[in-house]
Nanobody
Framework: QVQLVESGGGLVQAGGSLRLSCAASRTIAGPNVMGWYRQVPGKSRDLVATISSAGYTAYADSVKGRFTISRDNAKNTVYLQMNSLKPEDTSVYYC???????????WGKGTLVTVSS
C-alpha cells in the first residue's frame, strides 16, 4: 500500500503561482507513473499532468506552458508548479500513483486550489 499526501493548495489571485507537493509513504520500486488530476463538484476527474519513473511527462492541453510536473525520487515526492493561474484552474487537485508492475492505483485525498479573478 502507498499513502499519498498532497499539500500546497490555497487561494491565489489570477496570474499568480502555487506549487503543489505530493509525498508518497514509500518508494514504488518498479516502473511507475505519478500524476496530478483535478475535479470540480459534479464533473469528472481530469488529467492535469503525469511523470513516469523514466522522466517522461505529459500535460493536458489547458495547462501546457503554464504548469510543470517534476519528481524527487529520493524524497518520494512529486511536484506541480502552477504559474499564470486562471480562475478556471480552481479545483480540488488529486495526486495519483500507478505501480505498473502490480497494476495498483493509489490516490491522495486532494488539496483545494482557488484562483480568484
Amino acid at each position: 500500500q502507498v499513502q499519498l499526501v498532497e499539500s500546497g493548495g490555497g487561494l491565489v489571485q489570477a496570474g499568480g503561482s502555487l506549487r503543489l507537493s505530493c509525498a508518497a509513504s514509500r518508494t514504488i520500486a518498479g516502473p511507475n507513473v505519478m500524476g496530478w488530476y483535478r475535479q470540480v463538484p459534479g464533473k469528472s476527474r481530469d488529467l492535469v499532468a503525469t511523470i513516469s519513473s523514466a522522466g517522461y511527462t505529459a500535460y493536458a492541453d489547458s495547462v501546457k506552458g503554464r504548469f510543470t510536473i517534476s519528481r524527487d525520487n529520493a524524497k518520494n515526492t512529486v511536484y506541480l508548479q502552477m504559474n499564470s493561474l486562471k480562475p478556471e484552474d480552481t479545483s480540488v487537485y488529486y495526486c495519483n500513483a500507478v505501480d505498473l508492475d502490480y497494476a495498483m492505483d493509489y490516490w491522495g485525498k486532494g488539496t483545494l486550489v482557488t484562483v480568484s479573478s
